[in-house]
């Protein structure tokens, strides 16, 4: 009973400087995620976003605090939590397909071979990038590239998903494609995921809580909020909810007015 409501993530009281001396980046960042929720985080440049999203991946080290998964610390990166970078962080040296099979077989080492190539084949379909399946990184634009590394995080069907700004370098259409699909995705595996992004109507759209940080140095969480809007949330309607621009407006004044004057956690 205890283990069904307990967080799938804990994140307690992280702070992070680099040097004893130099002011903290952001302190005392306490959270936690729910197993099939979809947590936003939002806030200005250099607060630092990715880097709390590294310590939550296992990639990087907090100062003082720490992040406990399934109740266990997370002290190095593990296979149950899938990140798609702020950059794409490819091998340059293996094709599209190969890149994204790497994963697959790291995270299921039994599989055949076909089942392998399926699983691929399947997620370069969703990120419409099965015809670039034989070409290299370098071979690739930007947005193609950010493409890949969706594909390869989804395919390797983690317990927790880490993106970091994964929709930025996408086109505003295979940009609304993906987001559908992820939704489809995380209404029908109750996916969990752990998203930064920039863009509020993404957040709306995505979200059962959002993250809203102050600005760094010495960045803060100013305020958690809960989505209001129904789960079954459709792209294309969404802004026809009630409730829809008071949480927006709400959104856009924090950062715009707000975020700058925030020190003190009020959640
Ligand atoms: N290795 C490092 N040494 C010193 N400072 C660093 C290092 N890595 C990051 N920082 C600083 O930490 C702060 C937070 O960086 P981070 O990349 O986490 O911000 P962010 O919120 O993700 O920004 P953005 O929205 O631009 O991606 C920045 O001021 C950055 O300069
Ligand atoms: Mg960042």
Redesign the pocket.
């Known amino acids: 009973m205890q283990n069904n409501i307990a967080p799938l993530m804990d994140v307690q009281h992280l702070e992070?400087r680099?040097?004893a001396s130099?002011p903290a980046?952001?302190s005392d960042i306490s959270f936690s995620i729910n197993r099939g929720e979809f947590v936003c985080m939002i806030?200005?440049?250099?607060?630092?976003?990715?880097?709390?999203?590294?310590i939550l991946a296992g990639l990087e080290r907090p100062t003082t605090g720490h992040v406990s998964m399934n109740g266990h610390h997370v002290t190095r990166p593990g296979l149950e939590r899938g990140v798609v970078f702020?950059g794409h962080a490819l091998m340059p040296w293996l094709t599209v397909a190969q890149n994204v099979a790497l994963a697959v077989r790291a995270r299921s080492p039994g599989m055949s071979k076909t089942d392998v190539h399926q699983q691929v084949l399947h997620y370069l379909n969703m990120v419409n990038l099965h015809d670039a399946q034989h070409k290299r990184p370098s071979e690739l634009s930007g947005g193609m590239r950010q493409r890949v590394g969706i594909a390869r995080a989804f395919s390797t069907t983690p317990d927790m998903l880490l993106m970091?700004?994964p929709f930025g370098a996408l086109d505003a259409l295979t940009r609304g494609v993906i987001q559908d699909e992820l939704l489809r995705i995380c209404a029908k595996t109750g996916q969990t995921v752990f998203m930064?992004t920039?863009d509020v109507d993404e957040a709306i759209l995505l979200a059962d809580r959002l993250i809203l940080?102050s600005n760094?140095?010495q960045a803060r969480i100013a305020e958690i909020v809960e989505n209001p809007l129904p789960r079954n949330r459709v792209r294309t309607s969404i802004h026809h909810l009630s409730g829809f621009y008071d949480l927006r407006n709400h959104l856009v004044d924090f950062l715009v007015h707000r975020s700058a004057g925030t020190r003190q956690a009020s959640h």
């Open positions: 992070k680099y040097g130099a980046i952001f806030g200005h440049s250099g607060c630092g976003k990715s880097t709390i999203l590294n702020q970091d700004e930064i920039h940080m760094g140095p």
